[in-house]
């Protein structure tokens, strides 16, 4: 059993923002289980982070495997009881900027295994981890959620283009809103976060954020104090449109 009072599990810190929202928790005195689909590079990414002095752990987690998720809650309560936060980060972007034999941007070429593959890691995944967590941070007493999201999920300014991602992240919000409603008679809440267009490997070079100014919002989410929002959807820490 680990000796830290404060446990936080974020998905996706293999690169990007998963990995900068983990550094920050772990400056902020957490000890945080990373997870990545990708074995090799979560666990050079958690070295890093470790070189850095940070209290980190790798667990490879394929979001769309149900058994794979189910054993990792199952690790997660045998070897810390549970976590305070956690961070829905990891997530796909599969649609294309054309129609091809898989995808295409426009929601007339959209094809059903793009959207399958786009709702099991972006919706479905942090779903399974929400039922799993949940109850282990009733038990703690103590919980904070938070699903990154994306302006192209907010109906108030929605456009065509990208079908599957927008979906998924309407969706995403969608089930902020249902989870924080279910959670609301405990010290549990949850919100979901735009980042913003941030320069990583799926934002792209001509994003105008960095990783570290997109990180500090879902940190504020996730670091809420008890008397804070539930069930809100945020950028920067301020309010914005469903």
């Given at each position: 059993m680990s000796q830290h009072s404060r446990f936080?599990?974020?998905?996706?810190?293999?690169?990007?923002?998963?990995?900068?929202?983990?550094?920050?928790?772990?400056?902020?005195?957490?000890?945080?289980?990373?997870?990545?689909?990708?074995?090799?590079?979560?666990?050079?990414?958690?070295?890093?982070l470790r070189a850095e002095g940070c209290t980190v752990h790798h667990h490879s987690l394929e979001l769309t495997d149900s058994d794979a998720v189910q054993a990792l809650i199952e690790t997660i309560s045998e070897h810390f009881g549970g976590v305070d936060v956690l961070v829905?980060?990891?997530?796909?972007?599969?649609?294309?900027?054309?129609?091809?034999?898989?995808?295409?941007?426009s929601v007339f070429d959209l094809t059903s295994a793009t959207l399958d593959r786009t709702l099991?890691?972006?919706?479905?995944?942090?779903?399974?981890?929400?039922?799993?967590?949940?109850?282990?941070?009733?038990?703690?007493?103590?919980g904070r959620i938070v699903n990154v999201s994306s302006g192209m999920g907010q109906l108030n300014d929605?456009?065509?283009?990208f079908?599957?991602?927008?979906?998924?992240?309407?969706?995403?919000?969608?089930?902020?809103?249902?989870?924080?409603?279910?959670?609301?008679?405990?010290?549990?809440?949850?919100?979901?976060?735009?980042?913003?267009?941030?320069?990583?490997?799926?934002?792209?070079?001509?994003?105008?954020?960095s990783t570290e100014e997109a990180a500090e919002g879902i940190v504020w989410a996730a670091t809420l104090p008890d008397d804070g929002p539930t069930g809100g959807f945020f950028r920067d820490g301020q309010s914005i449109p469903w």
């Open positions: 936080a599990l974020v998905t996706g810190t293999n690169r990007g923002i998963g990995l900068e929202v983990a550094r920050q928790l772990a400056q902020s005195e957490f000890e945080v289980i990373m997870t990545s689909r990708d074995q090799a590079a979560g666990e050079a990414a958690t070295a890093r829905n980060s990891a997530g796909v972007f599969l649609d294309s900027s054309g129609p091809t034999e898989t995808h295409g941007s099991a890691v972006n919706l479905y995944g942090p779903l399974k981890l929400c039922q799993g967590l949940v109850p282990l941070m009733r038990q703690r007493g103590y929605m456009a065509g283009g079908a599957a991602y927008r979906i998924s992240k309407t969706a995403l919000n969608a089930l902020t809103r249902i989870v924080a409603a279910e959670t609301v008679d405990s010290s549990i809440l949850v919100n979901a976060v735009c980042p913003g267009w941030v320069k990583t490997d799926m934002g792209g070079p001509h994003a105008t954020r």
